[in-house]
């Protein structure tokens, strides 16, 4: 049995042509089915619903073979022990620091003064102002992370921006790129080793996938 983790959503959606191009179909759909594990048209391939930030623990720890990661979710809790062969080029997004379109941030920056900064990404934001040598106080947020800079909470934050609609609708301006992010395939080490050949096969009809896209 090979099982494949996966949270809901864009990356789920963008993940089954590169499964099909594998000859893997999910037969339920995970916006309806209540079930968290999904059989396929194939006995022997699963996949697991996850939150996307668990999808590396399940990895990790054998709970998944498998799984597809966003690169922000494995630089914030770690890649460690986890064999990352392919960026799928998925999901693709950047992460930004945005403030409110009346805040001066090139002028606070350029001060030195401490920035107050909210965001869930705590370890990018904390190294990406470091290398710039801005001191700031970093508040940890899990939502609606817009509303910090409008309410007077932070400064700035740090998200992932896609289209940059929200950001607009909500007053708000990308003041600089941190990176690009995308998914990418992570597997367990010890299930590269048991199940060496199936898995290897997986990965080049992904790789072969992602080429063409």
Known sequence: MITLALSK????????????????QVTEDPETSRKLILPTNRPE??????????????VQYGGADLGVAG?????????????QPLDLRIAKCRMSVAVRADFDYAAAVKQGSRLR????????ARQ???????????I?????????????????????????GTLRANNLVEVEKIMDI????????????????PIRRLIEIFSTATQKR
Do not use: C, W
């Not at 391939?45 to 399940?58: E, G, Q, S």
């Not at 900064?117 to 990018?124: E, G, M, P, R, S």
């Not at 995308?182 to 050949?197: I, M, T």
């Open 9 to 24: 959503g864009r990356i789920f959606d963008e993940t089954l042509p590169l499964l099909k191009a594998a000859g893997i």
């Open 71 to 83: 690169k922000d979710v494995l630089l914030e809790h770690g890649g460690q022990g986890l064999y």
């Open 182 to 197: 995308s998914s990418r395939l992570v597997v367990n080490q010890a299930a590269l080793k048991v199940k060496r050949e």
């Open 117 to 124: 900064v909210a965001t869930k990404y705590t370890t990018v």
């Open 128 to 138: 990406h102002f470091a290398d710039k040598g801005v001191h700031v106080d970093l």
């Open 45 to 58: 391939v699963r996949v697991v619903l996850v939150r996307a930030t668990d999808v590396p623990t399940y």
């Open 140 to 164: 940890k947020l899990y939502g609606s992370m817009e509303l910090a800079p409008l309410t007077g909470l932070a400064d700035a934050i740090v998200d992932l921006v896609s289209t940059g």
